[in-house]
């Protein structure tokens, strides 16, 4: 007769032990920090419309707490930063229905600087977007967003969009007048969504 009072006995025991390693475990795991987000605003500006525009992708993306924000000029980006972002966004002015050849140089350099060959593509799932700025309504706006998506997609690299069909853009007539505040609002968008994605990756891959 003593044996049943035993047994719930020991099971008591042992599931007050599994209840208390389970709730260590979720102390535990509430305690890490979630890892943050690298996210690289890269951009060619001339006449300083396509970095105002950088400057909002970059408002919009630090709207996200997990977000480390870096901008820089085409010119200034190192391999090493590169390589370790979780997301890049590039901008430019429209020349001639493309990007601008200062861009063009950037991409470039993936290989020929920085090491990004197949079969391994180094930006592989790392997240893109990109933006622009043109003179004219039109003025190849789209195409020049189109050969920046491009140079990502052939990197292997995730590329979302936001604020219009294939990125954020912003007329800029003479290059007289400042980018409007819907413009600004536009990029804004796209790096919230940026750092949004890139976000959901990141987790993806730590688990």
Known sequence: MATKPRLNLLTAFVLAILATGLASMALAQSNQSPEKIKILIVYHSPGGHTAAMAKAVAEGAKKNSLAEVTVKTVAEVK???LLATDALVVGSPVYWSNMAGEVKSF??????????????FQMRDKVGGAFVTGGETSSGKEIALMTIVAAMLGNRMIVV??????????????????????????????????????AMFKRGKIK
């Open 161 to 198: 969009s936001e604020g219009q069909a294939l990125g954020a853009a912003a007329t800029t007539g003479d290059g007289k007048s400042p980018v409007t505040e819907k413009e600004l609002d536009e990029a804004r968008r796209l790096g919230e969504r940026v750092a949004q994605v890139a």
């Open 107 to 120: 991409f470039d350099r993936f290989s020929t600087d920085c090491g990004v060959l197949p079969p391994a």
């Open 79 to 81: 391999c090493a930063e």
